[in-house]
């Protein structure tokens, strides 16, 4: 079965430096979610994509992180300049779009594990 | 805004024996999808179940089904029989109605441990 692929698995970081995380979605599916997961809590949606248009940003710290999906197939995460508080799994998700996915569920990729010192 | 409740933070469970984690929700949505998903140590997000809003029968996959109850908003998953390998955390997670933006909330998560 085609899964989510993210990059990387594991990333430790200086506070101040910056940071990108990747993914490349099922083949297909429309709609890409990024979700942080700091350890312990449920996953927080940063961003979902649509196509390569963002349709909701609003739990996304935009002051130091940034997203982008340029053509609409795989994402970058971006954090710069991290911070402590950052540490957690960033979880990246995709979904088809239409009435007929609405009942399917997200696959998710493995995570990348960001640490930041 | 929608909101998702997990009350559990953790549980122990004797091997073989049946578990109920609870969830509750909260919208003023007719149409919502609930899902239910399992996050082994490893980290991965293992999808497990699905019930629609409008659905009238209660999910059911393998050992896995959902308990809906639409009235009191709750969502609460049983699993039968449990093994040593649904030790894990379990997430309840709420699609909002249908829309090409239409978000999945998750809550904070039930801790189960299976004792053998």
């Known amino acids: 079965e085609a899964e989510v692929a993210q990059s990387p698995r594991y990333k430790i970081t200086e506070k101040s430096q910056a940071v990108a995380f990747w993914c490349d979605p099922i083949?297909?599916?429309?709609?890409l979610y990024w979700y942080r997961q700091i350890l312990g809590q449920g996953p927080e949606l940063l961003v979902q994509?649509?196509?390569?248009?963002?349709?909701?940003d609003s739990q996304l710290p935009k002051d130091r992180f940034s997203a982008e999906r340029l053509k609409g197939v795989d994402s970058t995460l971006k954090i710069q300049p991290a911070e402590l508080g950052d540490s957690a799994m960033y979880l990246c998700?995709?979904?088809?779009?239409?009435?007929?996915?609405?009942?399917?569920?997200?696959?998710f990729g493995n995570g990348t594990r960001l640490t930041v010192t | 805004a929608q909101k998702i409740t997990q009350t559990q933070p953790g549980m122990f469970v004797q091997e073989k024996e049946a578990v109920t984690l609870d969830c509750t929700y909260d919208?003023?949505?007719?149409?919502?999808?609930l899902f239910w998903y399992k996050q082994p140590s490893s980290g991965e997000m293992i999808f497990l179940i699905y019930?629609?809003?409008?659905?009238?029968q209660n999910a059911t996959e393998g050992r896995y089904s959902l308990n809906f109850q639409k009235a009191r908003k709750s969502a609460n998953l049983v699993i039968s029989a449990s093994q040593l390998g649904d030790s894990a955390m379990y997430f309840c997670?709420?699609?909002?109605?249908?829309?090409?933006?239409?978000?999945?909330?998750f809550g904070s998560g039930t801790r189960l441990s299976i004792r053998p």
């Open positions: 998700a995709s979904s088809g779009t239409g009435r007929s996915s609405y009942n399917s569920p997200l696959h």
């Open positions: 083949s297909g599916h429309a709609t």
């Open positions: 994509f649509q196509d390569e248009s963002v349709v909701d």
């Open positions: 919208t003023s949505d007719q149409s919502y999808g």
């Open positions: 019930q629609g809003s409008y659905d009238e």
């Open positions: 997670a709420m699609r909002e109605p249908y829309s090409s933006a239409s978000k999945i909330i």
